[in-house]
Protein backbone atom coordinates (compact mmCIF):
# COMPACT_ATOMS: atom_id res chain seq x y z
CA UNK A 1 0.00 0.00 0.00
CA UNK A 2 1.21 3.14 -0.61
CA UNK A 3 -0.60 6.04 0.44
CA UNK A 4 -4.31 6.22 1.38
CA UNK A 5 -6.64 3.59 0.04
CA UNK A 6 -10.82 2.85 0.17
CA UNK A 7 -12.55 0.08 -0.13
CA UNK A 8 -14.96 -0.54 -2.21
CA UNK A 9 -14.43 1.77 -4.94
CA UNK A 10 -18.51 2.02 -5.83
CA UNK A 11 -21.33 0.65 -4.52
CA UNK A 12 -25.67 0.41 -5.09
CA UNK A 13 -27.19 -0.21 -2.10
CA UNK A 14 -30.75 -0.82 -0.56
CA UNK A 15 -32.02 1.46 1.91
CA UNK A 16 -32.07 0.08 5.70
CA UNK A 17 -29.11 -1.82 4.66
CA UNK A 18 -25.83 -1.52 6.57
CA UNK A 19 -22.94 -0.77 5.20
CA UNK A 20 -19.13 0.07 5.76
CA UNK A 21 -16.71 1.84 4.20
CA UNK A 22 -13.06 1.26 4.89
CA UNK A 23 -10.38 3.45 4.54
CA UNK A 24 -6.30 2.35 5.14
CA UNK A 25 -3.49 4.66 5.45
CA UNK A 26 -0.06 3.81 5.27
CA UNK A 27 1.83 7.08 6.54
CA UNK A 28 1.38 6.82 10.14
CA UNK A 29 -0.27 10.13 10.48
CA UNK A 30 -2.02 10.77 13.28
CA UNK A 31 -4.93 12.56 12.18
CA UNK A 32 -8.12 10.95 9.68
CA UNK A 33 -10.93 12.25 8.53
CA UNK A 34 -14.34 11.08 6.39
CA UNK A 35 -16.08 13.93 4.13
CA UNK A 36 -18.93 13.56 1.84
CA UNK A 37 -18.88 15.60 -1.89
CA UNK A 38 -21.93 16.33 -3.83
CA UNK A 39 -22.63 17.69 -6.19
CA UNK A 40 -22.54 21.82 -5.83
CA UNK A 41 -21.16 21.39 -2.92
CA UNK A 42 -18.49 21.63 -0.88
CA UNK A 43 -17.07 18.86 0.67
CA UNK A 44 -18.69 18.19 4.07
CA UNK A 45 -16.92 16.95 6.96
CA UNK A 46 -18.66 14.03 8.28
CA UNK A 47 -16.44 12.73 11.27
CA UNK A 48 -12.52 12.83 12.18
CA UNK A 49 -10.18 11.41 14.50
CA UNK A 50 -7.29 13.28 15.77
CA UNK A 51 -5.27 10.42 16.71
CA UNK A 52 -6.02 6.59 17.44
CA UNK A 53 -8.56 5.79 19.73
CA UNK A 54 -10.54 9.46 19.39
CA UNK A 55 -13.56 10.86 17.33
CA UNK A 56 -15.11 14.16 16.86
CA UNK A 57 -18.36 14.48 14.67
CA UNK A 58 -17.89 17.10 12.21
CA UNK A 59 -20.45 19.06 10.11
CA UNK A 60 -22.80 16.15 9.18
CA UNK A 61 -22.55 13.05 11.22
CA UNK A 62 -25.94 12.01 11.55
CA UNK A 63 -26.51 8.97 10.06
CA UNK A 64 -22.61 7.67 10.38
CA UNK A 65 -20.55 6.39 13.01
CA UNK A 66 -16.57 5.95 13.06
CA UNK A 67 -14.24 3.61 14.94
CA UNK A 68 -10.64 4.07 15.38
CA UNK A 69 -9.12 1.57 17.36
CA UNK A 70 -5.84 1.68 15.35
CA UNK A 71 -3.43 4.30 13.52
CA UNK A 72 -4.09 2.82 10.33
CA UNK A 73 -7.81 1.90 9.82
CA UNK A 74 -10.87 4.48 9.66
CA UNK A 75 -14.00 2.66 8.94
CA UNK A 76 -17.10 4.66 8.59
CA UNK A 77 -20.50 2.86 9.01
CA UNK A 78 -24.12 3.90 7.74
CA UNK A 79 -26.43 1.93 10.32
CA UNK A 80 -29.54 2.05 8.18
CA UNK A 81 -28.17 3.50 4.43
CA UNK A 82 -31.51 6.32 2.80
CA UNK A 83 -31.58 7.71 -0.26
CA UNK A 84 -30.13 11.45 0.84
CA UNK A 85 -26.98 9.13 1.49
CA UNK A 86 -26.03 8.49 -1.66
CA UNK A 87 -22.70 10.80 -2.68
CA UNK A 88 -19.38 10.47 -3.12
CA UNK A 89 -17.39 9.46 -0.35
CA UNK A 90 -13.78 10.53 0.41
CA UNK A 91 -11.55 9.66 3.29
CA UNK A 92 -8.75 11.70 3.97
CA UNK A 93 -5.80 11.84 6.24
CA UNK A 94 -2.65 13.97 7.71
CA UNK A 95 0.33 14.09 9.83
CA UNK A 96 -1.60 16.00 12.73
CA UNK A 97 -4.71 17.90 13.01
CA UNK A 98 -3.89 21.00 15.06
CA UNK A 99 -1.24 22.23 12.96
CA UNK A 100 -1.52 23.67 8.82
CA UNK A 101 -0.69 20.25 7.76
CA UNK A 102 -2.05 19.14 3.98
CA UNK A 103 -4.96 16.26 3.66
CA UNK A 104 -4.02 13.66 1.45
CA UNK A 105 -7.27 12.14 -0.26
CA UNK A 106 -7.98 8.27 -0.93
CA UNK A 107 -9.88 7.72 -4.26
CA UNK A 108 -13.60 7.87 -2.92
CA UNK A 109 -16.19 5.70 -2.50
CA UNK A 110 -19.33 6.33 -4.66
CA UNK A 111 -22.49 5.15 -2.82
CA UNK A 112 -25.77 4.89 -4.60
CA UNK A 113 -28.75 4.41 -2.17
CA UNK A 114 -31.53 3.50 -3.57
CA UNK B 1 -21.58 31.15 10.16
CA UNK B 2 -18.62 29.75 7.96
CA UNK B 3 -19.09 30.44 4.21
CA UNK B 4 -16.04 29.58 1.20
CA UNK B 5 -17.39 32.10 -1.92
CA UNK B 6 -15.65 31.31 -4.89
CA UNK B 7 -16.68 31.32 -8.54
CA UNK B 8 -18.67 28.02 -9.96
CA UNK B 9 -16.73 27.91 -13.42
CA UNK B 10 -14.40 29.78 -15.62
CA UNK B 11 -12.51 29.50 -19.05
CA UNK B 12 -9.39 30.46 -20.17
CA UNK B 13 -7.56 29.42 -23.02
CA UNK B 14 -4.74 27.23 -23.32
CA UNK B 15 -1.16 29.09 -22.39
CA UNK B 16 -3.09 32.22 -20.86
CA UNK B 17 -3.02 33.22 -17.40
CA UNK B 18 -6.21 32.90 -14.77
CA UNK B 19 -6.92 33.96 -11.68
CA UNK B 20 -9.48 32.23 -9.34
CA UNK B 21 -10.60 34.33 -6.48
CA UNK B 22 -12.00 32.88 -3.51
CA UNK B 23 -13.69 34.90 -0.28
CA UNK B 24 -13.96 33.12 3.09
CA UNK B 25 -15.59 34.11 6.23
CA UNK B 26 -14.53 31.21 9.23
CA UNK B 27 -14.57 31.16 13.26
CA UNK B 28 -11.31 32.02 13.29
CA UNK B 29 -8.34 31.32 11.10
CA UNK B 30 -5.44 29.24 10.68
CA UNK B 31 -4.98 29.44 7.44
CA UNK B 32 -5.99 28.93 3.37
CA UNK B 33 -5.35 25.80 1.21
CA UNK B 34 -6.03 25.24 -2.60
CA UNK B 35 -6.45 21.87 -3.57
CA UNK B 36 -7.29 20.50 -8.02
CA UNK B 37 -9.32 18.05 -8.40
CA UNK B 38 -10.07 16.58 -11.96
CA UNK B 39 -13.20 14.88 -12.98
CA UNK B 40 -13.64 11.35 -11.11
CA UNK B 41 -10.78 11.75 -9.02
CA UNK B 42 -9.60 12.46 -5.20
CA UNK B 43 -8.76 16.42 -4.26
CA UNK B 44 -4.44 16.99 -4.44
CA UNK B 45 -2.69 19.62 -2.57
CA UNK B 46 -1.95 22.57 -4.54
CA UNK B 47 -0.82 25.49 -1.57
CA UNK B 48 -1.49 26.40 1.69
CA UNK B 49 -1.20 29.92 2.91
CA UNK B 50 -0.68 31.18 6.89
CA UNK B 51 0.69 34.62 5.91
CA UNK B 52 -0.42 37.50 3.90
CA UNK B 53 1.61 37.48 0.39
CA UNK B 54 2.28 35.70 -2.29
CA UNK B 55 3.22 32.26 -2.33
CA UNK B 56 4.68 31.29 -6.26
CA UNK B 57 5.37 27.78 -6.66
CA UNK B 58 6.29 26.66 -10.36
CA UNK B 59 3.06 27.80 -12.95
CA UNK B 60 0.89 28.25 -9.95
CA UNK B 61 1.01 31.20 -7.06
CA UNK B 62 -1.31 31.58 -4.23
CA UNK B 63 -2.07 35.06 -2.40
CA UNK B 64 -3.45 35.84 0.76
CA UNK B 65 -4.89 38.46 2.37
CA UNK B 66 -6.16 38.02 6.15
CA UNK B 67 -7.65 41.43 6.70
CA UNK B 68 -9.87 41.25 3.37
CA UNK B 69 -10.67 37.51 3.73
CA UNK B 70 -9.69 36.84 0.45
CA UNK B 71 -6.91 34.62 -1.40
CA UNK B 72 -6.61 33.96 -5.14
CA UNK B 73 -4.77 30.90 -6.82
CA UNK B 74 -2.71 32.23 -9.81
CA UNK B 75 -2.53 29.19 -13.06
CA UNK B 76 0.18 30.81 -15.74
CA UNK B 77 1.34 29.18 -18.97
CA UNK B 78 -2.47 27.28 -18.74
CA UNK B 79 -2.26 23.71 -20.07
CA UNK B 80 -4.79 21.41 -20.75
CA UNK B 81 -4.42 19.23 -18.13
CA UNK B 82 -5.03 22.00 -15.79
CA UNK B 83 -8.26 21.29 -16.85
CA UNK B 84 -10.15 20.39 -12.83
CA UNK B 85 -12.00 22.02 -10.49
CA UNK B 86 -10.16 23.94 -8.01
CA UNK B 87 -10.88 23.73 -4.27
CA UNK B 88 -10.65 26.76 -1.79
CA UNK B 89 -10.81 25.38 1.88
CA UNK B 90 -9.85 27.57 4.85
CA UNK B 91 -8.92 26.05 8.24
CA UNK B 92 -11.08 27.54 11.27
CA UNK B 93 -10.02 27.96 15.10
CA UNK B 94 -10.65 24.00 15.33
CA UNK B 95 -8.58 23.60 12.62
CA UNK B 96 -10.94 21.98 10.50
CA UNK B 97 -11.24 22.79 6.73
CA UNK B 98 -14.04 24.59 5.38
CA UNK B 99 -14.60 24.04 1.86
CA UNK B 100 -15.67 25.74 -1.31
CA UNK B 101 -17.99 24.17 -3.81
CA UNK B 102 -14.79 24.50 -6.12
CA UNK B 103 -14.73 26.37 -9.61
CA UNK B 104 -14.74 24.42 -12.59
CA UNK B 105 -12.13 25.90 -14.75
CA UNK B 106 -12.22 24.56 -18.23
CA UNK B 107 -9.27 25.36 -20.48
CA UNK B 108 -9.84 25.97 -24.19
CA UNK B 109 -7.16 25.59 -27.25
Known amino acids: IAGITQAPTSQILAAGRRMTLRCTQD?????MYWYRQDLGLGLRLIHY???????GKGEVPDGYSVSRANTDDFPLTLASAVPSQTSVYFC?????????????FGPGTRLTVL | GQNIDQPTEMTATEGAIVQINCTYQ??????LFWYQQHAGEAPTFLSY??LDGLEEKGRFSSFLSRSKGYSYLLLKELQMKDSASYLC??????????WGAGTKLIIKP
Open chain 1, 49 to 55: SNTAGTT
Open chain 1, 92 to 104: ASSDSADSGNEQF
Open chain 2, 89 to 98: AALDSNYQLI
Open chain 2, 26 to 31: TSGFNG
Open chain 2, 49 to 50: NV
Open chain 1, 27 to 31: MRHNA
